[in-house]
């Protein structure tokens, strides 16, 4: 069986630019790999493109 997916609200998740996982952690520290101060913010990314704006979720998990 696969991995469940997950919803993230779009202000709170974050890329972890070491490792490419997708979280909604508060930390400066990615809790996959534990990189700290390499977490990109997505919503302040998506939400500054009007193409994005009506994104409100993300959606993560493992791929098929």
């Given at each position: ?31 996959q790999?534990?990189?700290?101060h ?10 500054q ?16």
């Amino acid at each position: 069986m696969g991995d469940a997916m997950n919803k993230i609200a779009l202000d709170r998740a974050v890329l972890c630019v070491e490792c490419n996982t997708l979280s909604d952690t508060p930390y400066e520290t990615c809790p996959q790999c534990g990189s700290q101060h390499t977490l990109l913010s997505l919503g302040r990314v998506l939400q500054q493109d009007r193409q994005f704006g009506g994104i409100r979720y993300i959606y993560s998990g493992a791929e098929a």
